[in-house]
């Protein structure tokens, strides 16, 4: 009755437990970030430094493109069975085995002799290109689990900053690194930064994967109905896939702006040495590296007020962040192959940079409002679909640079982009207008398959307007 009427004894010692908790949970994430962020150089590192090695090696461009399109097809395999792998281990381990794999090929490519160097290289772009997937979907899809609903934006943006930090290390320092300490010693390094990982994972508490899953579905036996069961008893991963993108409308559409996202990227990514080339033959590569840090400095900036924005409201960017922040970026990456003056492009540089940020965040946090038990699954197909579309963007978009210019190129590329967002921004619009009463509503989440009681706190992943945003201060 005590309870009822004003706070227990008890209460004020509860709160600050569950205050130490938190701030236990985020210092271990914090380091998980760290271990993470090294093991990103490393990654960013060795995409230069193996396209290097395996040109000089094959003495082929050819070679470095087969390089390329094997490490995306392992990507793509990885992510379509990923969900069934988080079903089955704890994300822990899968993070773990990850870097131990690709730490341990970069050691076979080390000890490797001559004649089987080229086997060697095929390893590695089958084991990174694999491993980085699962590393990937298994730590966003953990990240509810380990911090908490409440603080998956901050984690989110605190990941993305760590690795857009470790992208642009890798990137300015491979050149340096190959050419002072030569290839054996980047491949060292590279290999250490994998361990370092590896470490920081074994050592820490980490929840997700298969208890997340186990207790997920013990959670939401009573409410999540035929979707749930299916998602514990099936151990393929193709119909607990596609019923993670069916558990809330407009999901599956989201997933494809991320695909055809990606096919945009591959354009820019594919266009900036051609156009940087035009503009300084003799030294190309100082645009390119200019315009990433750049980028990367609007990126690192656009977490920072995101970080901040969550915690004085406690709401999240939501699925409209994710489809305004698509259409922003997609136009400032078309922006900056227009020609404007090196100053102006530095800012359209800083803002696609932002953009990219602030859809990161969003659509992140937006897939881990799905149950515990189809997280994983929705991560996996998503990443099957940016590996789709940036694997197939490389070949046409390589293919229409011969014969048309960076501007025209990108342009479409990113235009298809903005088309999808758009449609997608409007079909977010008429759920919300559909569905005027929230999760509890006439349409409400009860008996919509896939979605769980709970999420009338942790918010409807069918809703732009809400995707988590409002979350619990009790």
Same mark, same amino acid.
């Given at each position: +009755?005590? #309870?009822?009427?004003?706070?227990?004894?008890?209460?004020?010692?509860?709160?600050?437990?569950?205050?130490?908790?938190?701030?236990?949970?985020? =210092?271990?994430?914090?380091?998980?970030?760290?271990?993470?962020?090294?093991?990103?150089?490393?990654?960013?590192?060795? +995409?230069?430094?193996?396209?290097?090695?395996?040109?000089?090696?094959?003495?082929? %461009?050819?070679?470095?493109?087969?390089?390329?399109?094997?490490?995306?097809? &392992?990507?793509?395999?990885?992510?379509?069975?990923?969900?069934?792998?988080?079903?089955?281990?704890?994300?822990? &381990?899968?993070?773990?085995? %990850?870097?131990?794999?690709?730490?341990?090929?970069?050691?076979?490519?080390?000890?490797?002799?001559?004649?089987?160097?080229?086997?060697?290289?095929?390893?590695?772009?089958?084991?990174?290109?694999?491993?980085?997937?699962?590393f990937m979907v298994a730590l966003r899809? #953990?990240?509810?689990?380990?911090?908490?609903?409440?603080?998956?934006?901050?984690?989110?943006?605190?990941?993305?900053?760590?690795?857009?930090?470790?992208?642009?290390?890798?990137?300015?320092?491979?050149?340096?690194?190959? &050419?002072?300490?030569?290839?054996?010693?980047?491949?060292?390094?590279?290999?250490?930064?994998?361990?370092?990982?590896?470490?920081?994972?074994?050592?820490?508490?980490?929840?997700?994967?298969?208890?997340?899953?186990?207790?997920?579905?013990?959670?939401?036996?009573?409410?999540?109905?035929?979707?749930?069961?299916?998602?514990?008893? !099936?151990?393929?991963?193709?119909p607990v896939a596609f019923l993670a993108?069916?558990?809330?409308?407009?999901?599956?559409?989201?997933?494809?702006? =991320?695909?055809?996202?990606?096919?945009?990227?591959?354009?820019?990514?594919?266009?900036?040495?051609?156009?940087?080339?035009?503009?300084? %033959? #003799?030294?190309?590569?100082?645009?390119?590296?200019?315009?990433?840090?750049?980028?990367?400095?609007?990126?690192?900036?656009?977490?920072?007020?995101?970080?901040?924005?969550?915690?004085?409201?406690?709401?999240?960017?939501?699925?409209?962040?994710?489809?305004?922040g698509t259409v922003v970026m997609s136009?400032?990456?078309?922006?900056?192959?227009?020609?404007?003056?090196?100053?102006?492009?530095?800012?359209?540089?800083?803002?696609?940079?932002?953009?990219?940020?602030?859809?990161?965040?969003?659509?992140? #946090?937006?897939?881990?409002?799905?149950?515990?038990?189809?997280?994983?699954?929705?991560?996996?197909?998503?990443?099957?679909?940016?590996?789709?579309?940036?694997?197939?963007?490389?070949?046409?978009?390589?293919?229409?640079?011969?014969?048309?210019?960076?501007?025209?190129?990108? !342009?479409?590329?990113?235009?298809?982009?903005?088309?999808?967002?758009?449609?997608?921004?409007?079909?977010?619009?008429?759920? =919300?207008?559909?569905?005027?009463?929230?999760? +509890?509503?006439?349409?409400? !989440?009860?008996?919509?398959?896939?979605?769980?009681?709970?999420?009338?706190?942790?918010?409807?992943?069918?809703?732009?307007?809400?995707?988590?945003?409002?979350?619990?201060?009790?």
């Amino acid at each position: +009755m005590g #309870s009822a009427d004003g706070p227990t004894a008890d209460e004020p010692d509860g709160g600050s437990r569950k205050t130490r908790d938190t701030a236990v949970s985020e =210092r271990r994430f914090r380091f998980l970030v760290a271990g993470y962020a090294v093991s990103s150089y490393g990654t960013f590192l060795n +995409m230069v430094a193996l396209n290097l090695f395996v040109y000089e090696t094959t003495g082929r %461009a050819l070679a470095m493109g087969l390089f390329m399109a094997v490490r995306l097809a &392992s990507g793509f395999v990885a992510g379509l069975v990923v969900g069934g792998l988080l079903a089955r281990f704890s994300a822990k &381990s899968i993070m773990l085995w %990850a870097n131990v794999g690709q730490g341990a090929v970069m050691l076979l490519l080390i000890l490797a002799p001559d004649s089987l160097v080229t086997g060697a290289l095929m390893a590695v772009s089958v084991v990174i290109g694999a491993c980085g997937t699962l590393f990937m979907v298994a730590l966003r899809s #953990s990240i509810p689990e380990m911090v908490g609903e409440d603080r998956r934006a901050w984690a989110n943006s605190l990941s993305i900053t760590g690795r857009s930090m470790a992208m642009v290390a890798g990137f300015a320092s491979a050149g340096v690194v190959v &050419s002072l300490v030569g290839y054996t010693a980047a491949f060292l390094l590279d290999m250490a930064t994998f361990v370092i990982c590896a470490v920081t994972v074994a050592l820490l508490p980490i929840a997700g994967g298969k208890g997340a899953g186990s207790e997920a579905g013990a959670s939401g036996a009573s409410g999540a109905g035929k979707g749930e069961k299916e998602a514990k008893s !099936g151990p393929r991963w193709r119909p607990v896939a596609f019923l993670a993108l069916a558990a809330a409308p407009g999901l599956g559409l989201m997933v494809a702006l =991320r695909g055809v996202d990606a096919f945009g990227s591959s354009s820019h990514n594919a266009a900036l040495p051609i156009y940087s080339t035009s503009l300084d %033959a #003799s030294n190309p590569a100082v645009f390119v590296s200019a315009f990433w840090c750049v980028w990367a400095l609007g990126n690192i900036g656009a977490q920072q007020v995101i970080q901040r924005y969550t915690q004085r409201t406690g709401k999240t960017v939501g699925a409209l962040g994710f489809g305004y922040g698509t259409v922003v970026m997609s136009a400032a990456f078309i922006a900056a192959f227009a020609g404007f003056p090196l100053a102006v492009t530095a800012v359209i540089a800083l803002i696609a940079g932002a953009a990219d940020g602030l859809t990161e965040v969003a659509y992140t #946090s937006h897939l881990q409002t799905l149950p515990a038990t189809l997280r994983g699954h929705a991560f996996g197909l998503s990443a099957t679909f940016e590996n789709l579309g940036f694997g197939v963007g490389m070949i046409l978009v390589a293919a229409a640079l011969d014969r048309f210019s960076p501007l025209a190129v990108v !342009g479409w590329s990113h235009g298809a982009a903005i088309v999808v967002a758009v449609v997608f921004l409007l079909r977010v619009a008429a759920l =919300r207008r559909a569905e005027p009463a929230g999760p +509890m509503g006439p349409a409400g !989440g009860a008996g919509r398959a896939g979605l769980r009681k709970e999420e009338a706190v942790e918010g409807r992943p069918d809703r732009g307007d809400r995707d988590g945003a409002e979350v619990s201060r009790g």
